[in-house]
């Protein structure tokens, strides 16, 4: 699914297009990607208006899974704690946030898998 239907956000499907087309653009820019997942059971759909209004223009937000979000976001230097700083101000207290930076050489399904266990 492209979109979400209950968000309005981009969908699984169109996040992992645009997370291989940032790691693509990484490796050949030399650039870096950060990917943030947002649980939020309670407030997802204020968390998701809060976080398209709050962020970058350029920062992909997506639904992820039925109670998660997707932050995707490229950068020049760090690693996502700025991002997931800004990420954590803007939504409050939700039970999770955890994010995974990537040069480009890994591979979409491993970035996922990654900042699903951190």
């Known amino acids: 699914m492209l ?26 820019r030399g650039t870096l990607v950060t990917l943030v997942l947002i649980t939020a059971p309670d407030s997802l759909l204020d968390a998701a208006r809060v976080l398209r209004a709050g962020l970058r223009p ?3 937000v997506a639904r992820y899974r039925d109670t998660v979000l997707a932050v995707l976001a490229e950068h020049d ?7 997931s700083a800004l990420i954590r ?3 409050g207290d939700v039970p999770q946030i955890h994010w995974v930076t990537s ?4 591979e979409p399904d491993d970035i996922l898998s990654t900042a699903e266990q951190h």
């Open 77 to 83: 230097f760090g690693d996502g704690s700025p991002i």
């Open 3 to 28: 979109h979400d239907p209950v968000t309005g956000l981009p969908g699984h499907a169109l996040l992992l297009d645009r997370l291989e087309q940032s790691l693509i653009r990484a490796r050949t």
């Open 58 to 60: 350029d920062f992909t």
């Open 103 to 106: 040069d480009g050489d890994t």
């Open 89 to 91: 101000q803007l939504v």
